[in-house]
């Protein structure tokens, strides 16, 4: 059956070849040449670069000192989001030896990329089809399937330690490599991410597999935080020494990691953060042997802030739990491990736990203190009508105008308007009345408005030092810049209607704020959980700020809501909403201070004239209140009450700067920055 199906492989592709060949010929033969050498295979369907070669006497096969494969998706198109496609390439060697890989991808596009190594392919009469999560990509029925690779994230280049190697070719019963993309978004024109795999005919001493732990029943309910276990117990009488690990869940993994226990004694072999790069990393410090009788353990612990429940699946918005092992053994008794596939849950003793809050500090919390006060409504304030659910509002620069950003009849309490993968269920529902209204902040009368047809779900609103306008739109999962007389964006940041967490994308973003370089900064947001960083031009800079759900961590948060700016002290303060939480950030990123507040931060707002944050917050009992962080700029306790909302209506989303004595209460007076 392989040699049918090598046949036919061979075949398919040499008729592919010879169409190409046949129209080659009608350009030039300078034009052939070059193509012919530069192709995606040579054409003995190698796939090999041409260098100078020299020959295998023991085998009379034609190898090279080192060499790279070049694997690659030929040009392909997806017919939808989500997709994973497949495309093989024949290894036509009886032995080679891979040492290293070179992804040739971007995380913009791509989610991950998998390299197997088969005796056959599942398919040989099509370049590249589409298949699930792991099913379709082997011939199963009794040949060899093994994972070579894997990368994700932007993850670089990965060498193998020096006399260790993946064995393929003949000898290995691995004809065939095959190259899984799992691509994001669907792919309208020709893409062709891949990997540069690099090859020796040198055998090592050592020959490397990769030992694969992985669940797939378990379920992650709404606003809970579920471990995902395997359990199972090394039987071979070789021993298996690891030396690498990758970790791979999708959003809603904190951390995987795994254990060797034997005789009751636990040793961590390896635990990281799957948000991060998600290459293959060195084990540190003293090897590990895995020898017959060892429990190996594998756990990953999902933390789920979503109102519906997520199941393990092969779907984007689905979670996945793995921890991908590197081992070798001695290359005359190397055995391929088939890994670790047994829930089983497990209890890790105090010394070998791994904390989920990976390469953070934590900090002295500060406390906000509340204090009741007493106010009542200004009546000869107006509210134009028309004003509906507000996402946001501000003051511009000179605080002369009160800038409001409401969301007309897309309400958002009153229907379920995204799926279980933040996308949202009305992508047509755009808001086709002004939605940025321009009052005067001692009538309420509207002196101008914008947006109209722009916005599906308003958000948050931001007046820079030049009069701009900023927005967020959640449902959109971007953000608007509008200039002083513009009524269009000058600049958009995000992908429409595409959620994400690379540098291209936001998922429901939530506010934002622009210091007086004109640097942007983004509260991303409902999924992310961090601050991102671009340049005036919408250029990316950078990102800060990881998942947590404990206090009192740098830079830990849950739910990032709203920012505020101090351009003096030049620091950014972040609302976390769910743990509670304001942080001080500098504009650089680093993580200076955190305040606990009762119950949700909701919204905050810097206020130059007092020096001091007042903080929107919800108690678990559903009284709304304010407050106010005195001099957080400097850590400093010794919190003064502000004011105090009680009532259980609509929770406001902002909060605006006191007056000055004897100002108007809505925008007060300018700061001295204005």
């Known amino acids: 059956t392989t040699l049918l199906y090598t046949i036919k492989f061979e075949l398919r592709y040499t008729m592919s070849r010879l169409r190409s060949f046949t129209c080659l010929l009608l350009i030039t033969l300078a034009t052939l040449e070059e193509s012919s050498s530069a192709g995606r295979l040579s054409e003995d369907a190698t796939g090999i670069d041409n260098v100078p070669e020299e020959t295998n006497k023991d085998d009379d096969v034609t190898v090279k000192e080192e060499e790279v494969i070049e694997l690659r998706m030929p040009n392909i198109t997806t017919e939808d989001h989500d997709q994973y496609l497949v495309t093989p390439i024949r290894v036509d060697y009886q032995d080679a030896y891979i040492v290293g890989y070179n992804p040739k991808a971007s995380a913009e596009a791509v989610h991950h990329i998998l390299i197997y190594g088969c005796s056959a392919p599942h398919r040989v009469d099509e370049p590249y089809w589409v298949v699930g999560d792991m099913g379709g990509i082997c011939d199963w029925q009794g040949n060899i399937s093994t994972i070579l690779w894997a990368w994700a994230l932007d993850a670089p280049d990965f060498t193998m330690p020096e006399n260790v190697a993946f064995h393929i070719g003949s000898n290995a019963n691995i004809n065939f490599l095959l190259l899984q993309v799992h691509y994001k978004y669907k792919i309208d024109s020709g893409e062709s991410s891949g990997v540069d795999v ?275 739109d959640v449902a959109l999962h971007q953000v608007m810049k509008f200039e002083v007389a513009g009524t269009e964006p000058s600049l958009v940041l995000g992908t429409k209607l595409q959620p994400g967490s690379d540098h291209a994308h936001f998922c429901k973003p939530t506010s934002v704020v622009v210091d007086v370089e004109d640097n942007v900064y983004v509260s991303d947001g409902y999924c992310n959980s961090r601050v991102v960083k671009f340049s005036k031009f919408g250029t990316f800079v950078a990102e800060f700020g990881e998942h947590s759900v404990e206090k009192g961590v740098a830079g830990g948060m849950g739910l990032v809501h709203d920012l505020s700016i101090n351009h003096v002290d030049r620091v950014i303060y972040v609302a976390d909403r769910e743990n509670g939480q304001v942080h001080v950030m500098s504009y650089g ?22 020096k001091s944050v007042a903080v929107v917050n919800v108690t678990e009992e559903g009284k709304h209140s304010a407050l106010m962080i005195t001099n957080p700029a400097q850590g400093e ?38």
């Open 637 to 674: 306790e010794g919190n003064q009450p502000y004011t105090s909302r009680q009532d259980n209506g609509h929770l406001p989303h902002q909060l605006l700067p006191p007056p000055r004595p004897g100002a108007h209460p809505t925008c007060g007076e300018p700061s001295p920055l204005s």
């Open 198 to 472: 690099v090859i020796r005919k040198q055998a090592p001493l050592h020959l490397a597999g990769i030992y694969l732990f992985a669940t797939g029943n378990t379920k992650i309910p709404g606003h809970m935080a579920v471990n995902a276990d395997t359990t199972c117990s090394y039987n071979e009488e070789e021993d298996m020494t690891p030396f690498a690990f990758r970790t791979h869940t999708h959003k809603l993994g904190a951390v995987v990691s795994a254990w060797r226990e034997r005789e009751g004694d636990w040793t961590l072999l390896g635990s990281g953060d799957p948000r991060k790069p998600q290459m293959f990393y060195l084990m540190e410090g003293a090897t590990h042997v895995i020898k017959t009788g060892d429990l190996l353990h594998a756990r990953c612990l999902f933390i789920n802030h979503k109102d519906t429940e997520v199941d393990i699946g092969a779907t984007g918005q689905d979670e996945m739990c793995n921890f991908y092992m590197m081992y070798y053994q001695t290359a005359d008794k190397f055995k391929l491990e088939e890994g670790c596939f047994r829930e089983q849950e497990f209890m890790v003793p105090d010394y070998a736990k791994v904390d989920f809050i990976v390469n953070k500090r934590p900090m002295k919390l500060q406390y906000a203190e509340v204090e009741e006060l007493t106010y009542e409504m200004d009546t000869s304030w107006t509210t134009p009508p028309g004003i509906t659910q507000m996402g946001g509002m501000a003051c511009n620069a000179n605080h002369t105008q009160l800038v409001v950003f409401h969301r007309a009849d897309n309400d958002w309490s009153k229907e379920q308007w995204f799926d279980d993968n933040d996308e949202v269920l009305f992508p047509e529902r755009y808001i086709h009345e002004n939605t940025i209204l321009f009052l005067d902040p001692e009538t309420g009368k509207k002196l101008r408005s914008l947006g109209g047809g722009h916005f599906i779900m308003p958000h948050g609103v931001f007046v820079d030092h030049h009069g701009n306008v900023w927005v967020t």
């Open 589 to 610: 990123g680093d993580f200076l201070s955190v305040y606990s507040v009762p119950g949700a931060a909701y919204a905050l707002e810097y206020i130059p004239e007092m």
